[in-house]
């Protein structure tokens, strides 16, 4: 039987680390986790010196690389018959300097192709309130960017047929 892969994504400090930590307390070795590739990446030392789209080119390049090296793994070696992505190979077209049709080219593949690995997204948006985002080591952008970037996601994925999104809301 095939594995089922869910991806969860969305714009920086959506929920997704957070909702990852807790399907794996709650289901243990039933489901299969990866975790987030430019998080491994970056906080292993990749440099991040500057924004240049040199920098950003290489390292999209790795983290699509790393995206599929570690799915591949998750399938491969894991009982599990559900495999959760922290991200998918489709958000890094979201910071590609030339656009995701240029990314898609460089990565030798499709956005049709790269779609369909996932047989489920769902889309985990920033919170709209400044007091909830949180600031990390790896992340770098203030609120209005992950707003800009959740926004980009979003479209990037929009063609799937089994989209869920959990929108930011404003709750008063």
């Known amino acids: ?31 299969a986790l990866v975790q987030e590739a430019a998080t491994l990446i970056y906080s292993g030392g990749f440099p991040r010196k500057d924004n240049s789209p040199l920098h950003i080119e290489h390292a999209q390049n790795i983290i699509f690389y790393t995206v599929h090296q570690l799915e591949h793994l998750a399938e491969a070696t894991s009982d599990a018959d559900l495999i959760i992505c922290d991200r998918g190979s489709i958000d890094g077209a979201v910071y590609w300097p030339k656009g995701p049709e240029d990314f898609f080219k ?16 769902l889309h985990l948006s920033p919170p709209p309130e400044k007091d909830f985002y949180q600031a990390t080591n790896v992340r770098t952008e203030n609120l209005q960017q992950a707003f800009e970037i959740d926004d980009k996601i ?4 929009e063609k799937h047929p089994n989209r869920l999104v959990v929108p930011r809301e404003k709750h008063y």
């Open 154 to 157: 979003l479209k990037i994925w």
């Open 1 to 31: 039987m095939k594995k089922k892969k869910i991806v969860l994504t969305g714009g920086p400090s959506g929920g997704k680390t957070t909702a990852l930590s807790i399907l794996k307390e709650t289901f243990g070795n039933k489901i």
């Open 106 to 121: 460089a990565m030798h593949t499709t956005l049709e192709a790269e779609l369909a690995r996932y047989d489920a997204v």
